[in-house]
């Protein structure tokens, strides 16, 4: 699969997962709703200790909160079909032979919780690899302890409006948007040793 066709099948099962989403908040509301108007119906028969207006507004607020968790991820994946990661990473962990692929994003993506994510957040400990680390060997901490391994290729992209600008292949991650830019034209290896030496110097003075 090239990086395009990854792109437009990441950009489907966004579109999918948003109207799972908007499913969730739609019925939510109607359910707010309907327990607001069981309340003004039925407040004055509520037993004299309080019990039933109690537990009528714990539900309601839970439902609420739900509700808003629910906006909140709406939220995000709105944002993450203009731009839904920034980064990759290719990682043959230690002892094994077949590596495996991370994107990095502005948030955790995937269809099911229990599947690997199609796209990690960039604060999750595996992104520790996209910023810490040139190809070559690497590690990062994770709840089931220190993984070690070995960082075989590393790419940037920049995506807008769901559509690819540029992807380019890098030992290092770069932060200049010119340079970047440049080395997805321009596959010069001489301009690619120039471009990596100007952005470690960045770095450094950073």
Known sequence: ????????????????????????????????????????????????????????????QLRNNAMEESLRELHRYDKMMSSPY?????????????????????????????MVPFIYDWRAPVSALFYDYDTGRAAYDAPAGRMKGEILQKMQFKIRDGKMIYAVKCNMKIDDDI?????????DAKLRNIVTTIQKEQNAII
């Open 86 to 114: 920034f980064g990759k990473i290719t990682f043959c962990y230690e002892g094994e032979k077949e590596p495996e692929i991370f994107y990095i994003g502005i948030g955790n993506f995937w269809q099911e919780e229990e």
């Open 179 to 187: 340079l970047k830019g440049m080395l997805a034209e321009n596959a």
């Open 1 to 60: 699969m090239t990086e395009q066709e990854h792109l437009t099948f990441i950009l489907e099962e966004l579109k999918k997962k948003r109207e799972e989403v908007r499913q969730k908040i739609g019925d939510a509301d109607r359910d707010l709703k309907d327990m607001e108007d069981y309340f003004w119906e039925n407040y004055t028969e509520f037993d004299e200790y309080g019990y039933e207006h109690s537990d009528h507004m714990a539900n309601y």
